[in-house]
């Protein structure tokens, strides 16, 4: 075989392989759709599934925490609230037992928040969303969150409400789903590690 032959033959292969370093890391569906299976409720809240949708709408402020732990990740969470409803994705957690917006990063879901600084799409006390705040109560709503290093961002409906905010004090942590008020639902979160 030619020095020329085997050097296509061989250039060829090696395109058809996935390179490592190039590969995406797999998505993870962290609800199943039918269980809270990955879950650890904490709080009050009457979390459960109903018709393939993650639900709560009594109890107080309540949080429902994955048991793994993520750093750098793409998160895709649809989710419908009431327009009273309090709720937010929790992200980077320091204390799986006591959840709060000074131990984690909150990107918040709260229309009628009283200072709509911190409303939806913000990450309280880290980046308020631009005027004006988004809403979404009473529809279906696509949430994607970006964590990467000391970077986040947040687009919500396809607007971006946290474009590039910097914050280092929580580097790793579980997500967690919160119930404030209102009707809380989830149906689709996956998580993509970077």
């Known amino acids: 075989m030619s020095d020329r032959r085997t050097f296509l033959l061989g250039a060829t292969a090696a395109a058809l392989l996935p390179a490592p370093a190039f590969a995406r890391a797999a998505i ?96 309280v006390n880290v980046a308020p969303v631009a005027p004006p705040m988004p809403r979404a109560g009473g529809r279906w709503n696509v949430m994607v969150i970006r964590m990467l290093g000391d970077r986040f961002s947040v687009v919500l409906n396809g607007r971006t409400t946290v474009r590039e905010a910097r914050d280092g004090r929580h580097a790793e942590g579980p997500v967690a789903l919160q119930y404030g008020a209102g009707i809380v639902r989830f149906r689709r979160v996956t998580l993509r590690p970077i």
């Open 28 to 123: 993870r569906r962290l609800f199943d759709g039918r269980s809270l299976a990955g879950w650890t409720p904490l709080g009050d809240a009457n979390w459960r599934v109903e018709h393939g949708l993650i639900t709560a709408d009594r109890g107080g402020i309540s949080f429902l925490v994955s048991r793994e732990r993520y750093r750098d990740f793409d998160l895709r969470a649809e989710f419908w609230v009431s327009e009273d409803a309090n709720s937010g994705i929790f992200l980077r957690c320091q204390d799986r037992a006591a959840i709060t917006a000074d131990n984690a990063y909150e990107v918040n879901i709260f229309d009628r928040r009283p200072d709509p600084t911190y409303g939806t799409g913000a990450i």
